[in-house]
């Protein structure tokens, strides 16, 4: 299992902090919130963010909208995926 590093992510419209993700990417890279919830749950990758030194993994919750990504860090769920910038 890979370890991999969420640098940015993308969102419709970006502006709107209630509308999902709907694509994560790193180095490389980018996929599917969908994709990226399957490779969890699939246990084939972890996912995580590194934002002011502080590292927060990334979890699969099950929402009134379906399953959704949503960092996990200090014992508590976080929004640090909204922090990121967005994707090319």
Known sequence: MADVRVLCVSKQPRTD????????????WKWTTSQVVQSIENKTN??????????????VVNGPNGKYV???ADGKW???LLS???CP
């Open 78 to 80: 976080t929004d640090n």
């Open 46 to 59: 972890s996912f995580y963010t590194y934002v002011n030194q502080t590292r927060a993994n990334i979890g």
């Open 70 to 72: 949503r960092t996990y």
């Open 84 to 86: 990121l910038p967005e």
């Open 17 to 28: 902090t209630h509308t999902g993700i709907t694509h994560l990417g790193g180095q490389g």
